[in-house]
């Protein structure tokens, strides 16, 4: 089975808006997630999606569920207080009924503009290597500063990539990785793959696209709505 | 649900759209995954058309000769990754009250109803990532036919319309006129649903050799008339298409019928003396509908019809993004040869 695990733990601090997380955010009469869930819900590959919810904002995300027909919910699991712990609470419920070789797409549900083609090449990639993670070039310098006043290096820009989401795995792996981390009080990565390099394992990587950026701040809400125009042009 | 979207904005302008697709009751979500591009998609590509039509026209998805495949259909009438040809003709329901309806008479049909759209003429065509499709307009494609094949279904069906506008007896001596790709499709399409003769009439010694026909004459060959033709189809167009009309009425047989297939921007001159003299009919016959589209699907699965199809492919084109996009534009501009490239949507 290909499941996608979409988070929607955050509570949005960066945008400033108090009464809901970003995530339900309205673009153009549907908020940020469901324009997520719908890509892979409508994603042949896919078998079943898990979303992490803040318990707050469970029900909420049932209705739309119901408004927007998404099927293929299976697991509707709470967030945790990291990043991490949330996936790792995903990562828990799933192992109680999936296999190890199950393929676990993990997608960050401020996300919207994620492909189909992004989506099948992550599945292919850990079917094939255990681990992926998706990435672009960066086509800017990236200046590396420790004080944040004089730079300390300008790595090589041909070997640095921007990490997106999806990133996914072979539940086991995902499962060992999660639970070396706890072990070692490790509770605050902002990253899976990090976790599964810190098991001595290989991360391949797969090629994002630049559209499929993050909504995290008023200018990323603000490309977003530019970059959706709603195709209905009346053409006579 | 998302998904991105080529429209043209300006001549040989393309622009990124991301589209939000609703599909409603009656429709299913389709993924474009081959499409070819026609001779109208290039007009409107190089602006060819006058101002005004444009301004009326940009920004549009281009392509109505497209396959794809089902990812959602909320009437359960298909299943998810079955494969299907999109006909691009459209009538609404709500708007099917017109004072002098054509959609029922066999000869004419829904294509020429005026409330009817056609993609990527008077709707948005098929140059995207998705389309949310009415599944009325979806059609399987059989299963032992390769998708690639399947985009000549549209050019089959206009040949199929053609054929069945002039109301024949299947055992007329055909001319067809034209050695381009519709001259082709016409004249292999007859050859196996027709039974009397048919003779091809171009320029192109080359490609004229490659037709399935029973006479290959080039134009100008006085012999042409000892065929004694009942029926003839003009597939020229542009700026030939007087040559080539003004050629078959005089071939033609008094009482002859003719077929108009080939698009002029420009009014074109015919001798209509001599169409009143030996007493001719004229027919336009450009548009198919979706029982010409059925009946094209059944053909192509004959498999010695396949193969003469298969013939008309030149390449396979992968459009892995917009510029990918641009250059299949320009390659068709190029093609000079008989056959189309086929277009492979990886978005």
New interface residues.
Partial sequence: MNIAVILAGGIGNRMGIVDKPKQFIDI?G?PIIV?TL??FD???EIDAIAVVCLNEWMDDLRILLRKYEINKVKWLVEGGETRQLSVYNAVQTLAVECSDDDIIVVHDSVR??V???IISSNIAGAKQFGAVDTVVPTADTIVRSVDGEKINEIPLRSELYLGQTPQSFRLSLLKRAHEKARAEKNINSTDDCQLVLQLGEEVHLVQGEK?NFKITSFDDLLLLKA?????K?E?? | ??G??F?IVEPRRFDL?????VCASDEA?V?IEYAAICKADLRYYLGARDKRTLG??Y??NLLHEAVGSI??DRTNRFK??ERVVLVPNIVPKEKHDCAHCVCARPDLGENYCPNSFFASS???GFAR?YVNYPVEYLLKIPINLEPQLATFAELISVAISAYRRLSLNGKETIGVWGDGIVGYLLSTTLRHVHQGKIVVVGKDKGKLRQFKAHAHYLAGDPKISEEELEIAYECVGGGFSAEAINEIIDQIVVGGRIGLTGVAEEQVGINTRKILEKGLSLYGVTRSNKNDFEKALALLENEKFQADIAQLVLKELMINDITDFYRAFEAELENKSLGKNILRF??
């Fill in positions: 153009y549907k324009h719908e890509v409508n994603h042949p919207p503009l492909t189909h083609k559209l970059v959706i125009k709603l195709g042009t053409i006579l | 649900m998302l991105k979207s429209k759209y991301i589209d939000d697709l979500i993924k009326f026209k920004p549009m990812i959602l998810v990754g008077n709707y948005n990532e990886n978005l």
